[in-house]
């Protein structure tokens, strides 16, 4: 992979102020203080909320914690996307710090999975990343790594080490010289205003005759109303990682360098502010 190292760590260190505020309705034997945070982009809600968890249960009754959830303006915040993906999703137009609403009862059964230990947390990584060099070299990468490098790919992610999860990670973001690139790209692509979960399909990143694949090519293809206006004015965002990045892009040039650990591109679709 072409080595934008610094790209790599912007991406990593990337963090987002949060203010995470106990619902109302939960009853507390005395006041619930807000509690701040810094949460990093790349990681999972359930596995850096620890501090939370036990911030707000100081307050509570025993008998009244359930499973812990997190709800944004009304909707529960699925803890299986990444953290930077929800915020450029259903909030990165709006004021800093991010107010996160922490419910103890009345889990949305309808609208999030559960997940009762970071076990879970770390399956559902393993299978993206899976998933991921499927699509890129036909699961050839991932089959030949030790368990013991699966491992270190969730350790670096878990405890937030880039160096410790970038050496076994690089392994994913190469290719033979002669492919100017994956097999295709894994991505995902997530629209504000609809109920579908996201739009996923094959994409190579380099055209029949050679020439490279850009971001825009991607949506052209996959999502053209993410791109296209019928008067002219761009109707929305497309956001990785918080910023709009060029449509001219390559894609393959974003796929190692701005996939999230689980090595998909996730790509958020937004309404473009009006004021």
């Known amino acids: 992979m072409t080595d934008d190292k610094d790209v790599l760590r912007d991406v990593w260190f990337g963090r987002i102020p949060t203010c995470f505020t106990l619902y109302q309705d939960e009853i507390t034997e005395r006041e619930a203080e807000p509690y701040y945070l810094l949460l990093p982009r790349i990681s999972y809600l359930t596995l850096v ?3 939370v968890k036990k911030h707000f249960q100081k307050v509570m009754r025993q ?7 997190f709800e944004y ?5 699925k803890w299986h996307y990444p953290i930077g993906l929800l915020f450029d999703l259903h909030a990165s137009n709006t004021a800093l ?3 996160i609403t922490v419910h103890f009862k009345n889990f949305p059964e309808k609208d999030l999975l559960h997940c009762h230990s970071k076990d879970v947390i770390e399956a559902h990584f393993m299978a993206c990343i899976k998933e991921a060099d499927a699509l890129k070299h036909k699961s050839q990468v991932i089959n030949e790594m030790q368990k013991k490098d699966h491992k270190q790919l969730w350790m670096g992610l878990q405890n937030d080490k880039f160096e410790q999860f970038w050496a076994i990670n690089r392994k994913l973001m190469e290719y033979p010289p002669e492919d100017n690139g994956f097999r295709y790209i894994p991505f995902r692509i997530y629209q504000a205003t609809t109920e579908r979960p996201f739009i996923q399909k ?3 990143p380099v055209a ?8 825009g090519d991607l949506l052209r293809d996959v999502c053209p109303s993410a791109i296209s206006s019928e008067d002219g004015e ?3 965002q497309v956001m990785i990682h918080g910023i709009e990045p060029m449509l001219e892009t390559p894609i393959q040039w974003l796929s190692e360098h701005m996939s999230y650990p689980d090595n998909f591109l996730h790509i958020s679709i937004i309404p473009r502010p009006t004021d």
Do not use: A, N, Y
């Open 208 to 215: 029949s005759g050679g020439q490279l694949h850009t971001l």
């Open 234 to 236: 761009q109707k929305t």
């Open 49 to 51: 909320t620890d501090k």
């Open 63 to 69: 008998e009244e914690v359930s499973e812990i959830w």
């Open 73 to 77: 303006e009304g909707t529960p915040l």
């Open 97 to 99: 710090p991010w107010s």
């Open 202 to 204: 094959l994409f190579r």
